[in-house]
């Protein structure tokens, strides 16, 4: 069945750079767009970011363009998200989710289950 | 950007009511909107694309209606497993949620 385990959060200090991982399995991962979204604490969903299946193209949120990159390892199935410049409004959990056409502008059919990022000094 | 709005934030219902929220998008997005359930702690779960279409294994109970700029989210005749969070999605241009209904005990 279709999984995505999301890795690579913890408690990171403002500033610095943190890089998450979603190793997927089940799907054929190679056809599927991938998007980040995230939630922080007592707050809704926020989509964050979107990369093609074949990681030909990416786009962010204006929120997080130009300190967050995501991309893709298709021959690992495994999705990315480099995250510098940590601020305290990045606290939230990041799931990561596969839409059903490959190229981002799609409803999130599956999702992993978190990870969670906690920005503090 | 298309920004989505849901109403109302909170919904206070009892068991077997049905309840109706509703999502209004910023433009027409085209019946590309979808439906997801969220429980505390979990990841959201998808219950509706296309406006309407139900995912597999998603109920009756539930439905979707809706055209150009304002969608609606039905639940009949609520059950314990119905209290959660829910989430309207447009995918007409890129991605964007509204910002969430939760659906409490009365």
New interface residues.
Partial sequence: QVQMVASGGGVVQPGTSLRLSCAASGFTFSMSGM?W?RQAPGK????VA?IWYDGSKE?YS?SVKGRFTVSRDNSESTLYLHIKNVRVEDTAMY?CAKD?TGT???????????TQVTVSS | DIQMTQSPTTLSASLGDTVTITCRASQNIDGWLAWYQQKPGKAPTLLMHRTSTLESGVPSRFSGGGSGTEFTLTIRSLQPDDFATYYCQQYDSYISFGQGTKVEVK
Avoid at chain 1, 104 to 114: I, N
Wanted: glycine content about 18%.
């Fill in positions: 998007h979204v809704g969903l926020e989509w979107v786009f204006d799931y059903t981002g502008t799609a409803y999130l059919e599956d999702w992993g289950q978190g």
